[in-house]
């Protein structure tokens, strides 16, 4: 081989490294779409990985037709990586926003298998380029095959430690774009004296490569239009964190926390929310001293915790910092939460609610559950039977719980599911709802170890909803929201236990709020 050929051959190893980083993050970049905007990430992270493989399966398949021509194929191909994945955040968000109902889902599966078939076809071509030129297949096909697995690792921790927390999916996706694109430049480039018609080889991919610049400058602001369709209010603040998309939004006073575009609190009407999730678990031990929130990141149920002058300490778990940075820094939150987060009696853990549970030793007077819905595999483990017998274990005695349990009315079978496995746990339970005009009629449930008694706890905090002669009341459900084996259809439907080896809750929650 001349010095030449070695150089070809040299990039040629490197450009399947750099395709595969590629690849592997326009994979996971599909699932993170999907996951956002679809929801159930386990769902959607395992339709599109499916998918991707799928493709890449075809386009391997179809690779096998392609023996001429080897350098302007791959070319083209990676032309259409770049155009195709560079633009795919931006189009996924203009078509959720205008689109009929269902399209942007399967806009989202096509694409991802599309640029699947592209991929599996680069790697062949690269190992029957690199055999042409002089190195024996064996070593060509280990070769390449090495570039592209060590590739797939490197692509996956960026994309999980840069590109999504500090570029977000927008630009992710035309940055991506805009390397596989300098890919096919430079392999157009060394190969250029076997190429016909080079020039104009050239001219398409520097188009191409001015869609992507464009995009990459101005496409997120043009995504940010898109998305506040997606929303009521205008958005004054979004951010990407490593864990979640955080949106505010704000209208005529009325100021909203979205988390993964899942409404987290009101102000107009958060008051009634958290009143009820808070005093009748603080009251009814009368003098607790030790209080564990897990989540409420917002900070807005310490800010009611704290109103008990008995409280000497309040441990604060919420897994994404991001959050409680934003309780503790916009104005907005600040006036909703009274600063609660920067009071000396809160102690602020970032960590997995389990996981603490897990590894702590405290015990405590009262822990308030303020978690978001499970509508995920990671949270749905937050609403087993193993994480409540975790609750219950950190409860001193005569110490009590307060659930949030999601709708009764919208989730009937998601709420009492999540009743029946506290219940589980051996703890006795009280069923609560109140209607939060942000959310609907919304769901609690109070556990303790000890009898609980609603009708002996008085209300005595400064409160703006909250009274004692409307707290039995809120024990009452109506004949389509109460019942433990709900009616379906003129069948009957058995609740089960929710646990971590046999989770029920994810498809009846994806099932309940599909039509919402």
Request: hydrophobic share 45%; proline share 3%.
């Amino acid at each position: 081989m001349n010095e030449k050929s070695i150089r070809q051959s040299n990039f040629i190893y490197w450009a399947s490294g750099i395709v595969s980083i590629c690849g592997i993050i326009f994979e996971v970049l599909f699932g993170a779409l999907g996951s956002y905007i679809l929801g159930d990430g386990v769902k959607q992270y395992t339709l599109t990985i499916s998918l991707f493989l799928t493709g890449m399966g075809i386009g391997a398949s179809i690779s096998e037709r392609v023996t001429k021509n080897l350098i302007i194929s791959f070319v083209y191909i990676e032309f259409g990586v770049a155009i195709i994945g560079g633009f795919s955040s931006f189009t996924m968000f203009g078509i959720t926003a205008f689109a009929p109902a269902g399209t942007d889902a399967f806009y989202l599966y096509f694409i991802t298998l599309l640029v699947g078939a592209l991929t599996g076809v680069e790697l062949p071509i690269l190992i029957r380029k690199a055999n042409e030129i002089g190195v024996t297949l064996n070593k060509s096909t280990a070769r390449v095959l090495f570039s592209d697995y060590a590739g797939g690792l490197v692509g996956g921790l960026l994309f999980v430690f840069l590109l999504r927390p500090q570029f977000g999916m927008v630009k992710s996706a035309f940055l991506v774009g805009c390397i596989n694109l300098a890919v096919a430049l430079i392999v157009l480039w060394l190969f250029r004296k076997e190429i016909r018609r080079f020039a104009v080889h050239a001219v398409i991919g520097v188009l191409i490569g001015l869609l992507l610049v464009i995009g990459l400058f101005f496409g997120e602001a043009m995504a940010f239009s898109f998305e506040q369709k997606l929303y009521k209010d205008p958005i004054i603040y979004m951010e990407e964190s490593s864990y979640q998309k955080i949106i505010l939004t704000q209208d005529q006073g009325d100021t909203r926390l979205y988390l993964d575009g899942s409404l987290q609190f009101s102000s107009t009407d958060e008051y009634r929310y958290h009143e009820v999730l808070v005093h009748p678990t603080m009251e009814y031990l009368k003098n607790p001293e030790k209080v564990l929130i897990l989540g409420g990141g917002d900070g807005i149920a310490a800010k009611e915790v704290l109103k008990y002058e008995s409280v000497e300490d309040v441990t604060l778990v919420d897994l994404d910092p991001a959050v409680t940075k934003l309780a503790n820094s916009n104005r907005q939150i600040l006036r909703l939460n009274d600063g609660s987060l920067r009071n000396e009696k809160v102690n602020v853990i970032h960590d997995d609610a389990f996981k603490f549970l897990e590894n702590n030793k405290e015990w405590y007077d009262a822990i308030i559950v303020d978690l978001p819905d499970p509508n995920n595999e990671s949270l749905n483990k937050l609403y087993t039977k193993e994480f409540y017998s975790l609750i219950r274990n950190h409860l001193l005695p005569g110490g009590a719980a307060m659930i949030q349990g999601t709708s009764p009315v919208f989730a009937t079978k998601v709420y009492w599911t999540i009743s029946k496995t506290v219940e589980s746990t051996g703890m006795d339970i009280e069923n609560l709802h109140a209607d939060i005009p942000s959310f609907g009629n919304w769901g609690f449930v109070m556990a303790s170890r000890e009898p609980i008694k609603l009708d002996t706890i008085t209300i005595n905090k400064s409160t703006r909803f909250l009274t004692t002669d409307m707290l039995t009341s809120l024990a009452e459900f109506g004949k389509d929201e109460d019942s433990r084996i709900v009616e379906e259809d003129g069948e009957t439907f058995d609740l089960e236990i929710n646990t971590l080896i046999d989770p029920k809750l994810i498809q009846l929650y994806e099932n309940a709020w599909k039509n919402y």
